[in-house]
């Protein structure tokens, strides 16, 4: 089982409309969880993080957090053709020296 | 601000060959890691470094050699090129500041072995 799981995709969603991205994670003392957006050629760059139980919103962007299912979920409200790109999921496992990557989710917005 | 600079951009080389990926950051930050990312295993974690003189393996460090001498520059290494080695290098870096802080990124080597 790997430590970190996403849905390949991709996920194709209109434009307008809320693209609900998923990761589930292995280790259970993990405690801080991120989400990274890479465009095609280019370095990720954080978008949220999330370290407690719930929601968090920052803008369009929803982080989504259940310790106790080990499920993270990114919610992109309003989705635009700017937002189609890969979304990787990441997680502090076995302390915070190293930050594993889920594969990653392509997220297409069409018009 | 140039941030976490890497060099070069790209590279090909050949089987065998040595070839070193070079980092530099000017943030100050005491960690600096080493990614690599392929297609199918999103980026998986060949070395980090803690602070200058100290360094640990990640998930895949076999075919790799790293160093820190100081704490702005972390080259890797691969000391015998090979073709499973063609990937996209990514180096991160992050504060001590706060332990459970995020990665930034540099912009990557694209490297080719032939």
């Known amino acids: ?111 | 601000d140039a941030g976490i600079t890497q060099s070069p951009r790209y590279k090909i080389t050949e089987t065998g060959r040595q070839v070193t990926l070079m980092c530099h950051q000017t943030w100050s930050h005491s960690y600096m890691f080493w990614y690599r990312q392929d297609l199918g295993h999103g980026l998986r974690l060949i070395y980090y470094s803690a602070a200058a003189d100290i360094t640990d393996k990640g998930e895949v460090p076999d075919g790799y050699v790293v160093s820190r001498s100081k704490t702005e520059n972390f080259p890797l290494t691969l000391e015998s090129a090979t073709r499973s080695q063609t990937s996209v290098y990514f180096c991160a870096t992050k504060g001590t500041e706060v332990y459970n802080s995020p990665l930034h990124f540099g912009n990557g080597t694209r490297l080719t072995v032939t």
């Open chain 1, 1 to 111: 089982q790997k430590e970190v799981e996403q849905n390949s995709g991709p996920l194709s969603v209109p434009e307008g409309a809320i693209a609900s991205l998923n990761c589930t994670y292995s280790d259970r003392g993990s405690q801080s969880f991120f989400w990274y957006r890479q465009y095609s050629g280019k370095s990720p760059e954080l978008i949220m993080f999330i370290y407690s139980n719930g929601d968090k919103e920052d803008g369009r962007f929803t982080a989504q957090l259940n310790k106790a299912s080990q499920y993270v979920s990114l919610l992109i409200r309003d989705s635009q053709p700017s937002d189609s790109a890969t979304y990787l999921c990441a997680v502090y496992s076995g302390g915070y020296n190293k930050l594993i990557f889920g594969a990653g989710t392509r997220l297409a917005v069409h018009p």
